[in-house]
């Protein structure tokens, strides 16, 4: 049996210097993306001071992300990071298709509170928009990883609440 498991990440944890602040075992494996899945940002969260991000299933769509391979010892300490304990997000399995054809069963956590309706990114409401820090971080991660160029120009698209204030995590993870 492994003592380790594939994680699936879309959001902050795409960056490494966020998912290995909880989760330091975490080794990138690869990329890829889940069909039939759309990024969406429905909670607001009071550590990013904003949205953050969820899938949601949608047809002939996909999410792009990184798959982590973490030790076991990290499993609880990424679920507490995803609020799974106040029910914030649930863990899920998807299987994660590489650009090489692979396919990877890997967890991944979906907001329990999805939104109902679609609304395309551009169009978000102020109250539905992630804060700059969140999506900087994400677009970070995703070129840091080489996620495919379309896809990084996608979540260029997605507006900011344009927050400016102090924020609930303690690392300014995008300096450098």
Not at 33 to 38: L, T, V
Not at 110 to 126: A, L
Not at 142 to 157: G, Q, T
């Amino acid at each position: 049996m492994s003592n380790t498991f594939l994680y699936f990440a879309y959001g902050s944890n795409l960056l490494a210097k966020r998912i290995r602040l909880n989760n330091p075992t975490a080794i990138v494996k690869d990329i890829g993306y889940i069909k039939n899945f759309r990024l969406d940002f429905q909670r607001y969260s009071q550590r990013w001071r904003g949205t953050s991000a969820t899938i949601v299933e949608t047809e002939n769509s996909v999410v792009w992300g990184v798959v982590w391979e973490i030790n076991k010892c990290n499993l609880f300490t990424l679920d507490c990071q995803e609020g799974v304990q106040d029910k914030i997000y649930h863990a899920m399995q998807v299987n994660v298709e590489t650009p090489s054809g692979t396919t990877l069963n890997c967890r991944v956590y979906q907001q329990c509170d999805n939104p109902k309706e679609y609304i395309k990114p551009e169009d978000f409401p102020m109250e539905k928009r992630p804060s700059p820090l969140y999506i900087n971080m994400i677009l970070e991660g995703a070129k840091e990883n080489n996620l495919p160029a379309d896809y990084i120009e996608f979540l260029k698209s997605i507006p900011h609440n344009g927050y400016e204030g102090e924020y609930g995590i303690s690392l300014s993870l995008i300096e450098n």
